[in-house]
């Protein structure tokens, strides 16, 4: 199975997911036109995200990445203040 993690503060930039997605796609010999009846995204938005101009939602990245096998994973992570960093930051 493949996977891309998406971590705030830790920045994949969208291109590199872009490739790894089309990358994905081309070897499995599947068409943006199968991938978007497989995955139920549109077809443009589809031809956007893989050309680097569109700007995907969390849910339709989880509705490619289902669709060819890739794992979408979203990691938050808090961080907790000091008492000296919170103080200084006001």
């Not at 289902?66 to 203040?81: C, H, Q, S």
């Amino acid at each position: 199975m493949f996977k891309f993690t998406i971590k705030k503060g830790v920045i994949m930039h969208f291109n590199e997911v872009f490739n790894i997605v089309k990358a994905r796609r081309e070897s499995l010999n599947v068409t943006q036109e199968t991938l978007a009846q497989l995955s139920g995204v549109a077809l443009r938005t589809l031809k956007q995200f893989e050309s680097g101009k569109g700007n995907p939602t969390l849910q339709t990245l989880q509705k490619i990445g289902d669709a060819l096998g890739l794992e979408v994973t979203v990691v938050v992570k808090n961080r907790e203040l000091t008492h000296e960093s919170s103080k200084d930051s006001f």
